[in-house]
T-cell receptor, first 113, second 110 residues
Framework: DSGVTQTPKHLITATGQRVTLRCSPR?????VYWYQQSLDQGLQFLIQ???????AKGNILERFSAQQFPDLHSELNLSSLELGDSALYFC????????????FGSGTQLSVL | TQLLEQSPQFLSIQEGENLTVYCNSS?????LQWYRQEPGEGPVLLVT?????EVKKLKRLTFQFGDARKDSSLHITAAQTGDTGLYLC??????????FGAGTRLFVKA
C-alpha cells in the first residue's frame, strides 16, 4: 500500500460528459502529480501541484483542469469527454516535489463510451 | 523536448535467462529512476541513480547510470516469473517535472 488513495477505481461515462477524479496524497507529502497512461503512449505527465500551487504543467488538454486543496487532496476535472480520453489516470505524491521518489495510487480507469 | 526512449518495448524470455533493458535520452538528467508496474496497480520505485557512472544492485537487478547522465540500463540476472511486469524509467532534469519512458513490458515464462 503506497498510502496514496484514488477514487473512484473505475468510471464509465459517455462522450461530452464531465467527471472528477480525486486523490489523497500520502500523509506528510506536499506535492501531487497527475499522469495519464494509455496503451500506446505510456505514462504522460499532466500536471503537478505543491502545497496548493501549480508547479509544473505537461501535456494537459484545455478541457482538463486540476487543483490542490488546503487539506492537500487534489482533484482532476475532465470535461467534454472524448473517446480518446479513455485511459488510466494516476495520481502520485512526494514530499517536496523535486526529483524525488513518487508514490503512486492504484489509478482510476476511465472508459468513455 | 525531453524524451526518454526505452528498448525493447516488449521482451519474452524463459525463467533463468538474463536480460538488459535500456533507457536513452538526448537530455541530461539530475536523477533517473526505475519503476516496476504490475497490472491494475501504480508504478513502484525500484531505484534512483544520481551520479554519472553509478551502479546500484538490488538482489538480481543491476542498474547503471551513464557517465553523461543521459542513459541508463537495467540488467536482470536469472529472471524469475515474479519479475514479469512493466519496467519504466523516469527522469528529472532538476525541475519539478518527472517524465517517464513508455516502458519495457517483460514476460518471464516458467
Amino acid at each position: 500500500d503506497s498510502g496514496v488513495t484514488q477514487t473512484p477505481k473505475h468510471l464509465i461515462t459517455a462522450t461530452g460528459q464531465r467527471v472528477t477524479l480525486r486523490c489523497s496524497p500520502r500523509s506528510g507529502d506536499l506535492s501531487v502529480y497527475w499522469y495519464q497512461q494509455s496503451l500506446d503512449q505510456g505514462l504522460q505527465f499532466l500536471i503537478q501541484y505543491y502545497n496548493g500551487e501549480e508547479r509544473a504543467k505537461g501535456n494537459i488538454l484545455e478541457r482538463f483542469s486540476a487543483q490542490q486543496f488546503p487539506d492537500l487532496h487534489s482533484e482532476l476535472n475532465l470535461s467534454s469527454l472524448e473517446l480518446g480520453d479513455s485511459a488510466l489516470y494516476f495520481c502520485a505524491s512526494s514530499a517536496s516535489g523535486v526529483g524525488e521518489k513518487l508514490f503512486f495510487g492504484s489509478g482510476t480507469q476511465l472508459s468513455v463510451l | 523536448t525531453q524524451l526518454l526512449e526505452q528498448s525493447p518495448q516488449f521482451l519474452s524470455i524463459q525463467e533463468g535467462e538474463n536480460l538488459t533493458v535500456y533507457c536513452n535520452s538526448s537530455s541530461v538528467f539530475s536523477s533517473l529512476q526505475w519503476y516496476r508496474q504490475e497490472p491494475g496497480e501504480g508504478p513502484v520505485l525500484l531505484v534512483t541513480v544520481v551520479t554519472g557512472g553509478e551502479v546500484k544492485k538490488l538482489k538480481r537487478l543491476t542498474f547503471q547510470f551513464g557517465d553523461a547522465r543521459k542513459d541508463s540500463s537495467l540488467h536482470i540476472t536469472a529472471a524469475q516469473t515474479g519479475d514479469t511486469g512493466l519496467y519504466l524509467c523516469a527522469g528529472n532534469t532538476g525541475g519539478f517535472k518527472t517524465i517517464f519512458g513508455a516502458g519495457t513490458r517483460l514476460f518471464v515464462k516458467a
